[in-house]
Structure formats: structure tokens, C-alpha cells
């Protein structure tokens, strides 16, 4: 056997270690559930570029649906077992974010939204429900808990309305007072954004 063919064998067998620990650590970040964490921890990363922060560029020109009576009818799930309806939330602005614990983007950009809500969650028109997809319940609740997260969050108890069907997660509306959703966001964004706080102070007040 020559060098060059020794040189080749032990790059080849080298490359196969090196994956063999990528594909072990990645097997045991699955196997453990901290592959949420660690992709949600890479992507909040990326809402520190400023690149994510939520756009409301074109929000005053959207024309979304108006929400019906029976879009109202939402039943959603509280952590005590009460239960309320969307239409208790009618007549104030509304910021609703779709989210599940296992999902990496939620996890990255779940701590703007404590953010936004600490700055206007006191602002008597504006109501925030998060609403978790979570098939376990109890996960949900261990992921706020764990985070010490004040928000208020729901599961929902009755079939989402189609104005909030959406195939991706996170995905987050605001409703006007009038019951129009005048924001869609599908995906990660930064709602800790002085632009969009401001915008949705100044939706509260209309």
C-alpha cells in the first residue's frame, strides 16, 4: 500500500469517527428532548441580528378576515381546568401566538414575547393568548413554569377557527378591536422590537 492510499484510508476512517460523534451527540439530544433546546437556543441567536424583528412595514395596508361569531366561539383551556371562549377577549386588541413546547423556533423567540408583554401587558385594550399545541398538556405547563413565563397561556378545547389554521408553528395574529386579525406572522420573529411594541400600543388606542 502506498502513502497516498494510507493517507486516504486514515482520512477515510478519521471522517467516519467524526460523524459517528455528530450522529451520537444528535441521537442523544433527541433521545434526552434537548434538541429543542439547543435549536431554539441556535435561532435565538439569529433574533439578536435584528434580521427577525417582527415587520409591521405592511401591516396598516393589510386586509385580513374579519373574524365571525362563530370564530368567537373558540373554547379555550386554562391550566386550572376553567374554560373561557375567544369572544370574552372581543372588543380588545388581541395578541394571539400559536406555539407548542417542543417546537425550536417557540422556544427561541417565546422570551421576546414575555418581553412585549411585560411592556404593554398592562395596557387596558391589549390581551395576550398564548395558545399551546401541545398534545401533553403538562408539558406545556412545565415549559412556562420552568421559565417562570407570566403569560397568559390556553389550550384549545374546541377545533381552531380557519382564520387561525395555519401549517406552521410558531404562527402569531393580532386582532383588531373591531375583530379583523391586521397582523400574520408564520415563523420566528423578535416581538421584543421597539417598532412593534409601539405599533401595537398605538392599534390599542384606535
Known amino acids: 500500500m502506498t502513502s497516498t492510499e494510507k493517507d486516504k484510508k486514515s482520512s ?11 450522529g451520537a451527540v444528535i441521537a442523544l439530544l433527541y433521545f434526552t428532548g434537548w434538541h429543542t433546546e439547543v435549536l431554539g437556543t441556535l435561532q435565538r441567536g439569529m433574533l439578536w441580528t435584528g434580521l427577525f424583528d ?3 412595514s405592511q401591516v396598516t ?10 370564530d368567537y366561539q373558540l ?18 386588541l388581541i395578541f394571539l401566538n400559536v406555539w407548542a413546547s417542543w417546537c425550536p423556533p417557540c422556544v427561541a423567540e417565546m422570551p421576546t414575547i414575555e418581553t412585549l408583554y411585560n411592556e404593554v401587558g398592562d395596557h387596558e385594550n391589549i ?8 398534545k401533553e398538556p403538562h408539558k406545556a405547563v412545565q415549559f412556562m413554569q420552568s421559565r ?18 395555519s401549517e406552521y408553528l410558531p404562527t402569531t395574529y393580532v386582532i383588531s378591536k373591531e375583530g379583523k386579525i391586521i397582523y400574520k406572522k408564520e415563523g420566528i420573529a423578535d416581538y421584543s422590537a421597539s417598532v412593534f411594541m409601539q405599533w401595537i400600543e398605538e392599534m390599542a388606542d384606535k
Open 75 to 92: 373554547e379555550l383551556l386554562q391550566t386550572n381546568g376553567n374554560r373561557t371562549t375567544l369572544s370574552n377577549f372581543k372588543g380588545d
Open 148 to 165: 417562570k413565563f407570566d403569560m397568559p397561556y390556553y389550550f384549545p378545547a374546541s377545533r381552531l377557527p380557519i382564520a387561525f389554521q
Open 54 to 56: 417582527a415587520d409591521t
Open 12 to 22: 477515510w476512517k478519521r471522517s467516519l469517527i467524526e460523524w459517528s460523534v455528530i
Open 61 to 70: 395596508t393589510t386586509d385580513g378576515p374579519i373574524l365571525s361569531s362563530q
Open 127 to 134: 390581551r395576550f393568548i398564548l395558545l399551546s399545541m401541545d
